[in-house]
């Protein structure tokens, strides 16, 4: 007979001697730039809330209004009976925000992800995806079935090379599905993918083209559409995936697009047809958010500045940070063991940051994803660069 449970703790005992495992830390309040963990108050510098939006008054404001109007669940999925005023109208916020002819809602990035490229990709596809994509494009690739060419990160001249060869492979009468997909910024690097490039090679190789923008929505470009508005590429890049559960302080995630690409995704997306929609509530608050990074662009500038303070003072202790315009600044370590130890130093001395090891990471490349967030204040920031040049000594 299997003795299931020892197969369990096994790898768990495996894991644990690679120094692998995984555990949680549970914030006791609001998600603030000091967070209250085992009755201890730390800095946070690892969530993803880059413009403190999560516990915004406006927030919080809308979500109560639209609980007290629709109730606490959707109940049902958007197909059956689950769509409501409030999903209707974050669709058309967002589409207004992206500048596209409509939107739809997913539940999670996670979601949209493995969602999305599985309906417009499949065994008769070809995928060509960054070698640094975010697990749920790596998760929607697999659903597909298609065919998957992985190309170096950024690298749009292998890009390039990898569609040429297929091109020539494939006859005129019978040319190959290709789907081109990236983040727009890299989750646990913070640098931008060269999407006017990629943009260039999707047209002239006649790709589709899909961009994730989990950690560009609310951050990057003129209104704080994206890094595709940043770069001046929205209107020629056709599928653009989003989060509302970082910068924009809530939950849940969008595709945006042209109306039939929507309207396709409703009747083929699975991730978005089997599952139940998201509370009318969540969908309140991502409205509001919307609405604020709209009209408050101080917000942005209020990041920018904490993003080049936090990236410069880094240098300045000896660290090898890139000056990217995003608020995620990777300091690589490269053992796994070194950077949880860093991890655990830098907690006692009141900041919390988390390692990240692989498999989030490639082998050899745990390092520290520090994230700074609008809701810093500049005395915080400059006791996180005390707490990082103190375990600088651990390299
Ligand atoms: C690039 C990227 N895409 C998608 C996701 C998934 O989004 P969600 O957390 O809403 O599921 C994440 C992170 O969580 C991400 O970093």
Known sequence: MMDYQRIFEEELRNIRSNKLLRFMRTIEGMQEPVVRINGRDVILMCSNNYLGLANHPALIKSAVSALKLYGVSA???????????????????IASFKRTEAALVFNSGYHANTGIIPAVAGKDSVILSDELNHASIIDGIRLSKARVFIYRHGDTTMAEDLLRTLDRKSSARNPSKKLIVTDSVFSMDGDIA?????VAI????NALLMIDEAHATGILGRNGSGAAEMLGVSSRIPIQMGTLGKALGSFGAYAAGSRP???FLVNKSRSFIFTTALPPAVCAASSKAI?????????????????????????????????????????????AD???????????????????????????????????????TKKMLGQVLDAMKTVYRLL
């Open 75 to 93: 109940g049902a999925s958007r197909l059956v009976s689950g769509t409501m005023t409030a999903h209707g109208q974050l669709e058309h916020d």
């Open 194 to 198: 060269p999407l006017k490039e990629l």
């Open 202 to 205: 999707a047209e002239r190789y």
């Open 261 to 263: 690409l929507i309207e």
């Open 291 to 335: 609405k604020l990074v709209r009209s408050r662009p101080g917000l942005r500038k209020r990041l920018q500045d904490n993003i080049l303070f936090l990236r410069n003072g880094l240098r300045s202790i000896g660290y090898d940070i890139p000056l990217d315009p995003t608020p995620i600044i990777p300091v690589i370590i490269g053992d």
């Open 338 to 376: 070194t950077t949880m130890r860093m991890s655990a130093l830098l907690f006692e001395h009141g900041v919390f940051v988390s390692g990240i090891r692989p498999p989030s990471v490639p082998q050899g490349t745990s390092r520290l994803r520090i994230t700074v967030t609008a809701a810093h």
